[in-house]
């Protein structure tokens, strides 16, 4: 459960390393397939989490 926090806590600060590859993702995926606006600000708001939990994971436990 400690871990769990632990991960939560770090994935703040990982947010802001996390932002440009969701935006990326979701110029991407709108150029490539023509996902409308409200798909897209979805892709970029998931992405971006979990890009953040993956990196504050990956810091705490390597």
Same mark, same amino acid.
């Given at each position: %459960? !400690?871990?769990? @926090?632990? @991960?939560?806590? %770090? #994935?703040?600060? %990982?947010? %802001?390393?996390? @932002? /440009?590859?969701?935006?990326?993702?979701?110029?991407?995926?709108?150029? =490539? +397939? !023509?996902?409308?606006? =409200? #798909? =897209?600000?979805?892709?970029?708001?998931? &992405? &971006?989490?979990?890009?953040? /939990? &993956?990196? #504050? #994971?990956?810091? +705490? /436990?390597?």
């Amino acid at each position: %459960m !400690q871990d769990l @926090v632990i @991960v939560g806590v %770090m #994935s703040v600060p %990982m947010l %802001m390393f996390s @932002v /440009f590859p969701g935006i990326w993702l979701g110029d991407y995926l709108e150029r =490539k +397939h !023509q996902i409308e606006e =409200k #798909s =897209k600000r979805s892709v970029v708001v998931v &992405t &971006t989490i979990l890009f953040a /939990f &993956t990196l #504050s #994971s990956l810091l +705490h /436990f390597f």
